[in-house]
């Protein structure tokens, strides 16, 4: 699920209510079609951009493929304890804390693989708009705000070299794992 969170960017309350029927393979997408807040299903998102297609990477695809024996016919993600849906974040927050904590990484919040996604996107070189749009924003206004200086940095420093050595270290399929973004003129 954490997995599948770093390569979509989806909101926590839209990947623990993520459906099968919601996944594209032909496209490589997912079709996000509302969310869950405490345990109650709702059709529409956070904004009306909310319920979007998503751009599946490498990283949420394998998670969907390894996924696929452990859940239900109709969503994504159970939790494991219980093998039923999520019921909210907290059990997610709790179980996230002791993963840091187990890796040494100072804690910051599950929200951060949203931030992961766009970052990487934007420091890459992905239109701006895009990502709005990956992240279901309304318009480019929060990504200009929270992600600026990743806007300007852009491909500054061999950014995307830096990048994509990463994710080959985790996994060396991944080496591609985001596609190249041709700056417009």
Sequence with gaps: MIQFAFGTGLRICEYIHAKWVWYLPGEKRIAVS????????????????????VDLRFIAHDALQNQRD???DDLIFLDARYN????GDK????????ILKVA?????????????????LLMLGANPLYVASQL???NTAMIERH?????TGGLDGNKRTQLLALYSKIDPKHRNEFP??????
């Design 34 to 53: 509302g969310n869950d807040v405490e345990g109650v299903e709702q059709k529409k998102g956070k904004t009306s951009k909310s319920n979007r297609k």
């Design 147 to 151: 992600y600026s200086r990743r806007i």
């Design 104 to 120: 040494g990484v100072r804690y910051r919040n599950p929200y951060q693989t949203r931030h992961t996604f766009a970052s990487n």
């Design 136 to 138: 279901g924003h309304e």
């Design 84 to 87: 039923k849906r999520w019921t």
């Design 91 to 98: 059990a997610i927050r709790v179980r996230w804390k002791r």
């Design 180 to 185: 190249i973004f041709l700056l417009s003129d």
């Design 70 to 72: 452990y859940t239900s």
